[in-house]
């Protein structure tokens, strides 16, 4: 249930609302739009009448959710929810697509600060790379861990750009948050429900993949959880699903892409790496991941993806990227969105 407060409505109105639901045993989360504040109540709401709040001052009305993702809903905050990455360096859900590159795992030092420069001069704004990997095989590369934290800080110090990568386990969260301005929770994880809970539990932006065999409404499930543990800066991801079809590693499922705009005000990203797992077709599908209406991209790039240590296949090389860039642009404009361009958002 949300009650929807009448614009101007005063911080003290808002209070008694929640003073009120909350005397009646249920939980409440205000959520401030730009056109109206709404208090969001979840949990047990038995006690509750669709008249409990209607005579309050500063009420307009109480509305019934009907989907099971209550805070999520576009029905809850009509406005899309813009993220502000790095205190606002980079700010995703808005008019300017963002894009994200970096290569699949960091693999040492030099290679991620050469990445880095190189998709920066090309015109991305957020660096992504894995330190901690969640690979099928037990023995290929599990990725650098700390060190490539340190080395992705270090990236981050000599280029300006906010840094994207993977938390897989519950207690590395508060670690990686130290060094990430974006946690990613990988498809295997997005229904591992204490993960959710912790990076729910801190401020952090996150990037939520969908499952590998993911519904798109158990994907807004999980980010239910967490958002309703108290973090609103989440971010969905499209990377592609298993299907019975073999061309490509995923399929890449674009329709979730508009499906998820019209479901929930969270921004949504399309990961056309790992949808295709074929490099020649990564420019295609980022194009048409803009012209659905994708808020970000992230992709992946490497300066010589045949000798990646891992995600080689569906890799860019830094040449590919750039010329990408160029079409990019004009397919965000054919859109009317732009590409978030670094010296707009970067210090
Ligand atoms: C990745 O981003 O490199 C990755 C492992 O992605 P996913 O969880 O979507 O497979
Ligand atoms: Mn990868």
Redesign the pocket.
Known sequence: MIVVMKPGATAAEIGAVIRKAESLGCKTHPIYGDNRTVVALVGDLTRLTRETFDQMDGVLQTMRIQEPYKLLSRTTRPDNTIIDIAEGRVRVGGEAVVVMAGP?SVEGRSQIIEIAHAIKEAGATVLRG?AF??RTSPYDFQGLGLKGLEYLADARAATGLPVIT?VMREEQVQMVAEYADIL?I???NMQNYGLLQAVGKQQKPVML?RGISGTIRELLMCAEYIVSNGNYNVLLCE?GIRTYETATRNTFDLNAVPVLKQQTHLPVVA?PS?GTGLRELVPAMSRAAVAAGADALILEVHPDPDNAVS?GRQSLTLEEFATLMQSLRRVAEAVDRTIAAPEMVLA
């Open positions: 699949c894995g990997k969640p993977e990613q990988g498809a295997r993949k990377r990961d790992h995600d």
